[in-house]
């Protein structure tokens, strides 16, 4: 299995990547703002993606947002195919597209909004640190793109300052010598107070 960044040669993917990460956020039940073929196509033409091939089979696939004129970058739509899942693909592909975002974006902050627990791990192990969404980008194309979240109404009855996502931001300014690991437990815990608040005040307000 070969993990690369993305060209115009793999624009064959694009459709196999779009309809993926549908499948995923069907499955699962969460918010992941959808996508598509075009969109996907224009980050591998711009060097904005990685992805992940077994010969000639799609495995994974992640793309790089930039916002604010780059002082921010996002890695976006982390997606691995049904047939290669738990077998740490996504943490590979993971690695790889910040390592080009650090690369290519060398003092932009990077960010990240998930309710997904593992990737909130990833996220932790390579050095992101929960925030406030009032510390990510302002630019509002990015908040655009959560419309097509089931759970865009919490950010909207929030103002815009939180969700069931959580908020991570790696600093290259503050980056510090000694990682300290964020435990899953603490993932887990915030993940179910927000839950238990926000989607409990959600059902009474419709009922």
Same mark, same amino acid.
Request: charged content about 30%; aromatic content about 10%.
């Given at each position: 299995?070969?993990?690369?960044?993305?060209?115009?040669?793999?624009?064959?993917?694009?459709? +196999? +990547?779009?309809?993926?990460?549908? !499948?995923?956020?069907?499955?699962?039940?969460?918010?992941?703002?959808?996508?598509?073929?075009?969109? $996907?196509?224009?980050?591998?033409?711009?060097?904005?993606?990685? $992805?992940?091939?077994?010969?000639?089979?799609?495995? *994974?696939?992640?793309? +790089?947002?930039? %916002?604010?004129?780059?002082?921010?970058?996002?890695?976006?739509?982390? +997606?691995?195919?049904?047939?290669?899942?738990?077998?740490?693909?996504?943490?590979?592909?993971?690695?790889? $597209?910040?390592?080009?975002?650090?690369?290519?974006?060398?003092?932009?902050?990077?960010?990240?909004?998930?309710? *997904?627990?593992?990737?909130?791990?990833?996220?932790?192990?390579? *050095?992101?640190?929960?925030?406030?969404?009032? !510390?990510?980008?302002?630019?509002?194309?990015? %908040?655009?793109?959560?419309?097509?979240?089931?759970?865009?109404?919490?950010?909207?009855?929030?103002?815009?300052?939180?969700?069931?996502?959580?908020?991570?931001?790696?600093?290259?300014?503050?980056?510090?010598?000694?990682?300290? =690991? $964020?435990? !899953?437990?603490?993932?887990?815990? %915030?993940?179910?107070? =927000?839950?238990?608040?926000?989607? =409990?005040?959600?059902?009474?307000?419709?009922?």
């Amino acid at each position: 299995m070969d993990i690369i960044i993305a060209n115009k040669s793999h624009g064959v993917y694009a459709d +196999i +990547i779009c309809n993926t990460i549908e !499948e995923s956020a069907n499955i699962r039940g969460t918010g992941i703002a959808r996508r598509t073929p075009e969109y $996907i196509l224009q980050r591998m033409d711009n060097g904005n993606a990685v $992805i992940a091939l077994d010969g000639d089979q799609f495995v *994974g696939f992640c793309y +790089i947002e930039k %916002w604010n004129h780059g002082k921010f970058v996002a890695n976006s739509g982390l +997606i691995v195919h049904p047939n290669y899942r738990g077998k740490g693909v996504a943490k590979m592909i993971k690695k790889k $597209i910040f390592e080009h975002s650090r690369a290519k974006f060398p003092d932009a902050k990077v960010f990240s909004i998930t309710t *997904g627990l593992p990737v909130m791990k990833m996220n932790s192990e390579l *050095g992101y640190k929960p925030v406030t969404f009032s !510390e990510l980008t302002d630019d509002q194309e990015f %908040w655009k793109g959560c419309q097509t979240c089931k759970n865009y109404d919490v950010l909207q009855r929030t103002g815009q300052s939180m969700c069931l996502c959580t908020g991570m931001l790696y600093d290259p300014k503050s980056e510090s010598k000694s990682k300290k =690991k $964020i435990k !899953e437990n603490v993932f887990k815990r %915030w993940k179910s107070i =927000k839950q238990t608040r926000f989607l =409990k005040k959600n059902k009474n307000e419709r009922s």
